[in-house]
């Protein structure tokens, strides 16, 4: 069974950045569409970032574009992702998932159905 381990959240003031690490371990991690999601206070759940297995495409959510990057080292089975220019908007808990049964087209990258392998999430939170 695969196990996802996010890493990396933590306080920071606005305009600042962080970087997430997720860890999956447990299979063959390359295969593996990669994601992040979060939830803040009193909110839905909402997508932010996923890379296709391989690093073979990515998708954004409308409030984290031109912000917030995807990225994957295969070699170390691990996901990024790096956070720059934080809005006390982004304060939730990001939760890291993988997409193991299923290879996933762009359209349902957002779709977090998709996923069956999810983290336990790290806190972000960013101070005005």
């Known amino acids: 069974q695969v196990q996802v381990v996010e890493s990396g959240g933590g306080l920071v003031q606005t305009g600042g950045s962080l970087r997430l690490s997720c860890t999956a371990s447990?299979?063959?991690?390359?295969?593996?569409?990669m994601a992040w999601f979060r939830q803040a206070p009193g909110k839905e759940r909402e997508f932010v970032a996923a890379?296709?297995?391989?690093?073979?495409?990515?998708s954004y959510g409308e409030s984290v574009k031109g912000r917030f990057t995807i990225s994957r080292d295969n070699a170390k089975n691990t996901a990024y992702l790096q956070m720059n220019s934080l809005k006390p908007e982004d304060t939730a808990v990001y939760y890291c998932?993988?997409?193991?049964?299923?290879?996933?087209?762009?359209?349902?990258?957002?779709?977090?159905?998709?996923?069956?392998?999810w983290g336990l999430g790290t806190q972000v939170t960013v101070s005005s």
């Open positions: 890379i296709k297995q391989l690093g073979s495409g990515t």
């Open positions: 998932a993988a997409a193991v049964k299923t290879r996933l087209i762009t359209s349902s990258l957002p779709n977090q159905r998709m996923y069956d392998s």
């Open positions: 447990g299979g063959s991690f390359r295969y593996y569409t």
